[in-house]
């Protein structure tokens, strides 16, 4: 992946943008923001491309996850960053968005100012969340070939997911039987969890391999202190 492969992101409430961050300089924010007020309500990722730059949105409940990628990235490794940054804002936050319905979170009220001083005062967000976002930045362009094969197996299963949806619409247009249509789904479904037990094996490898690294790299620096020891003692008969 390019060293510019991910240039900036943002977490956003409706319009407001809550956290964000990047290391460079440049109009992408604004250009980010114009585009974040256009954005479809029928659909929940989107893309726009500008100067050799693509703008890539991921929307899930009332948030908007983006991030401005080099060209050269793709569009599959950005959605996979987006990804990540969305299971991660959940897992700080989904709790109390699930939970209170007068939290400031679950706000859906169009005044985004008043939204915005709530959230700042309450948790603070851009300073809590916006080195997370460096944090999952970070990872994503230093680690291109797991990026690269999570999006390839994540573009399996949405593959698979199209299929589903494909084989069910043209089942119920035939009028088969009830009974066929559950068979062929969990078939289908089937053919989804070995995509997912796919990506688990590969984060274990991924991190079975890390680990080997970590116990070579200290095995040998072990090694090396047995050795200074020995050749010190000899000298100072110790």
């Known amino acids: 992946m390019s060293q510019r492969g991910l240039i900036y992101s ?14 460079y300089t440049g109009n992408f924010s604004t250009i980010a923001v114009q585009c974040l007020q256009k954005l479809p309500s029928n659909s929940s990722k989107y893309t726009y491309s500008c100067d050799g730059h693509t703008f890539n949105f991921l929307l899930d409940t009332g948030f908007v996850f983006l991030v ?8 599959s490794v950005p ?4 990804e990540r940054v969305k299971d991660d804002f959940m897992k700080r936050y989904g709790v109390s968005i699930k939970n209170e319905g007068a939290h400031p979170l679950a706000d859906d009220d169009d005044d985004d100012d008043l939204f915005e001083d709530r959230f700042s ?5 851009d300073r809590e969340f916006g080195p997370a976002l460096k944090e999952h930045m970070q990872y994503c362009m230093n680690h291109p070939e797991e990026m690269s094969k999570l999006s390839k197996l ?29 068979d062929k789904t969990e078939n289908l479904q089937f053919q989804a969890d070995s995509f997912q037990r796919q990506g688990r094996q590969l984060r274990r490898k991924m991190w079975l391999q890390n680990l080997q690294m970590k116990l070579m790299v200290g095995g040998g620096i072990l090694i090396l202190i047995i050795i ?9 008969k110790c």
């Open 10 to 23: 943002f977490v956003a409430k409706g319009t407001v943008v809550l956290a964000e961050h990047t290391q």
């Open 68 to 75: 401005v990628a080099d060209e050269s990235a793709g569009r």
């Open 79 to 82: 959605f996979v960053f987006l």
């Open 121 to 125: 005062i309450a948790y603070n967000l």
């Open 154 to 182: 994540k573009a399996q299963i949405t593959e698979v997911k199209g299929v589903m949806m494909d084989n069910i619409e043209k089942v119920l247009d035939r009028g088969e039987k009830i009974e066929l249509l559950v």
């Open 228 to 236: 200074l020891w020995v050749i010190a003692c000899r000298g100072f």
